[in-house]
């Protein structure tokens, strides 16, 4: 399920076609369970974005942090911005999706994920 | 359901400590002294159960609440055990505890709410609060429960052409209705002006839009309809209860602007309680940040989508209108004390109508109160009426 991070991974509903993400065992919409896993676009358009300057502990170091909602396809994600200062930042930016490191867990792993920088 | 029930429901008796920042006092202490204050409020009854309601006493190394409030405050051997929904906890215990007296299963259960963080750095404390966010979905991007709110705030603001000034008109109302509540945290008035230059905390959610964190417990009796009188000479009806659960994640939600539980969860208890928003006299709302509250007016049926910010700066809300919407000062100003927010806002309301509220006063025969959990995920309504 972890993987979804990487793989930016929805579920799309095949009865009423509602593509959710995260990832769901059944349809949020219709409870169907008839579903499938699809992967999501990797460019779309910020709806949203918030900076934070008030971390939660062992993000320190990342603050501030460029959060926001992006629309990939009709589906919303929520992904950290990078390669942008937060003050360009504009609902309705075109972004596109890379890889970056997120901060250190309290066990020492680097985790890897998702983050979206603006369309070059 | 939330249509037929088996028993009337009162609450008899009510306690509550101050809300702020107690260094010198333990969980413990502040559970017993809401708890002890509400069963002497009654005449020292001694209730056969208890609900607590609690969200992150696992920060200060401290669950199984139950057993340690009940022995503390004198009451080894009654029933009871723990509810947790995030920051609905409240809301959600006295669910829990109207069910067992409204089933028969118990004449006189206790709801006690109680938060205790003021031990942790906030870093710390920040991190247990975003644990009612999607722990694999959005914690790895390093987002606080004040940046999903902080997501939320904006997408309203664009979508409806919202003024930055028009929703920090929420936070002045909230500090001036504050000033004059005794249990408040913090009782100071505020402009415009401050909550726009206060520091940012995810934009654009600023330091005065934000409720603080706080220490703090209240105290509920609720008793079966054929003792209540016998207890207590102004019960008030537990009227309605309502409770629903939208996603965890904000992503998936229908509508971002909408919080759909807590459309669902007043909706049933409306229709418990016969009773619908143009009849509530005074409301107690979840306004951890300034569009909470804002959001909430409108799902709750006080405002029209879209339109709640913009009734509020045009004077609605206040003292003298019907609704008058958080007497106590919210969230904002009252304070949050996580777990037991919930329970503070149904004292309130019943103070409010029995008269002795020791705030601002509201004439009143209805109140609602709506504890939300989460970014709007797990919700829960009550709607209070004078007893018969």
Not at chain 2, 214 to 237: F, H, M, Q, W, Y
Request: charged residues 20%; hydrophobic residues 40%; glycine residues 10%.
């Amino acid at each position: 399920m972890k993987d979804a991070l990487l793989g930016l991974i929805g579920t799309r509903c095949l009865d009423c076609g509602f593509t959710a993400y995260p990832p769901k065992k059944s349809c949020p919409k219709c409870r169907s369970r008839n579903t499938k896993t699809v992967e999501l676009g990797r460019v779309g358009k910020v709806v949203s974005y918030t900076v934070i300057n008030v971390p939660m502990s062992g993000f320190e170091k990342m603050t501030p942090i460029t959060i926001a909602l992006v629309d990939v396809g009709g589906c919303i994600i929520l992904t950290q911005l990078t390669g942008v200062r937060p003050e360009e930042v504009y609902v309705g930016m075109e972004v596109e999706a890379t890889i970056r490191r997120s901060a250190e867990t309290i066990d020492g792993y680097i985790p890897y994920i998702i983050k979206f920088k603006p369309v070059q | 359901m939330w249509e037929t029930f088996l028993r009337k429901v009162y609450v008899v008796g009510i306690g509550l400590t101050n809300v702020g920042r107690f260094y010198e006092r333990s969980l413990r202490d502040l559970a017993s002294e809401a708890l002890i204050k509400a069963l002497d409020d009654v005449g020292n009854i001694t209730p056969e159960g208890m609900v607590v309601s609690n969200m992150l006493s696992s920060l200060i190394e401290q669950e199984n609440l139950a057993s340690l409030i009940a022995d503390y405050s004198g009451l080894r051997g009654i029933s009871g055990f723990k509810v947790e929904a995030a920051c609905g906890s409240g809301g959600a215990a006295i669910l829990a505890a109207y069910s067992l007296v409204s089933s028969g299963l118990m004449d006189i259960v206790a709801v006690v709410g109680v938060e205790k963080l003021s031990e942790r750095p906030t870093p710390e404390v920040t991190r247990g609060l975003a644990y009612a966010a999607d722990a694999d979905y959005e914690i790895p991007y390093g987002v606080t429960f004040s940046g999903l709110n902080a997501l939320v705030m904006r997408y309203y603001m664009s979508k409806y052409g919202v003024k930055r000034e028009e929703i920090a008109v929420w936070p002045v109302l909230m500090h001036e209705n504050g000033y004059k509540n005794p249990y408040a945290q913090l009782r100071m008035r505020i402009t415009i002006d401050d909550v726009l230059k206060s520091p940012v905390i995810a934009d654009p959610i600023r330091l005065y839009d934000s409720c603080p964190l706080s220490d703090g417990a209240a105290a509920l009796i609720l008793a079966s309809e054929d003792i209540a009188r016998k207890l207590n000479d102004t019960p008030v009806l537990i009227a309605g209860v309502g409770n629903a659960l939208d996603s965890t994640d904000i992503t998936s939600r229908f509508e971002l602007d909408t919080f759909l539980a807590s459309r669902l969860s007043a909706e049933r208890a409306y229709r418990m309680s016969k009773l619908g928003p143009k009849d509530v006299d005074v409301a107690e709302l979840h306004d951890a940040y300034s569009i909470n509250g804002i959001l909430t007016l409108e799902d709750v049926g006080f405002a029209p989508k879209g339109q709640g910010a913009k009734l509020l700066s045009e004077g609605r809300f206040r003292p003298g209108d019907k609704p008058v919407i958080n007497p106590s000062g919210g969230l904002k100003s009252r304070g949050h004390p996580v777990g037991a927010t919930g329970v503070y806002q149904v004292c309130e309301v019943v103070m409010q109508i029995r008269g002795d509220f020791p705030g601002i006063k509201v004439p009143c025969d209805v109140g609602l109160t709506q504890n939300i959990g989460g970014v709007g995920s797990n919700i829960s309504t009550v709607i209070l009426k004078r007893g018969d």
